[in-house]
């Protein structure tokens, strides 16, 4: 299967900062979407991307299909923020192979 | 309201003892799939269904069963559960089409086998 990683795995922000979170994997896949898995432990879909960059509100990703990596970035960072984000790549559109994740949390 | 719906949420039981955990969903999604959730491993796939009457296997099928007999009904079958099956699982839809469509969770089912 496709390796993917994610980075850093644990992060820990003061309300207001920016972060940037990397997805890397091994193989050329044909799409990358990101979720973020909310301290209840809701798996909410923020982005499919399998190239270009996208932005919603304060959160964007831009994925580079040929280097094989995707980015999240997170702007003015808020408590609801914290949770886990998780970045699963697809080759064919059946088999989904996700990261370990990245958990953020965000400090009053 | 569009969701995916798994029953039950919560499950502690015992080795052997045969489980289901069902999947429904109300959006017509012909893509269904299970998950499940370790600490440290992320989320591996299990089973995925493309429509009624056509599944395959995910990452980690040992162990499991699955069935899609309607569209919108996807229940994972635990035939002899081992405690190694102990885990966080998690049902999605998402429709088929040009590329691939986000993927809707059920708000997952945490089991426990002693």
């Known amino acids: 299967g496709i390796q993917v990683e994610q980075s850093p795995p644990d992060l820990i922000l003061q309300e207001g900062a920016n972060s940037t979170l990397r997805c890397n994997f091994s193989d050329s896949v044909n799409n990358l979407q990101w979720f973020h898995q909310n301290p209840w432990g809701q798996l909410i879909n923020l982005f499919y991307?399998?190239?270009g960059t996208k932005q919603n509100g304060r959160l964007s990703a831009t994925t580079v299909a040929t280097e094989r990596y995707s980015l999240l970035y997170i702007s003015s960072s808020q408590t609801t923020d914290s949770g886990v984000y998780f970045c699963a790549v697809t080759l064919n559109g059946n088999q989904f192979y996700f990261g370990t994740g990245t958990s953020l949390t965000v400090i009053p | 309201e569009a969701q995916v719906t798994q029953n039950p949420r919560y499950l502690i039981t015992v080795t052997g003892k045969k489980l289901t955990v069902t999947c429904s969903q109300n959006?017509?999604?012909?893509?269904m799939s299970w998950y499940r959730q370790d600490p440290g491993l992320g989320l591996r796939q299990i089973y995925y269904s493309m429509n009624v009457e056509v599944t395959d296997k995910g990452d980690v099928p040992e162990g499991y069963k699955v069935s899609r007999k309607e569209k919108r009904n996807f229940p994972l079958i635990l035939e002899s559960p081992s405690p190694n099956q102990t885990s966080l699982y998690f049902c999605a839809s998402s429709l088929l089409g040009t590329g691939v469509q986000p993927q809707h969770f059920g708000d997952g089912t945490r089991l426990s086998i002693l």
């Open positions: 991307i399998p190239s």
């Open positions: 959006m017509n999604h012909e893509y």
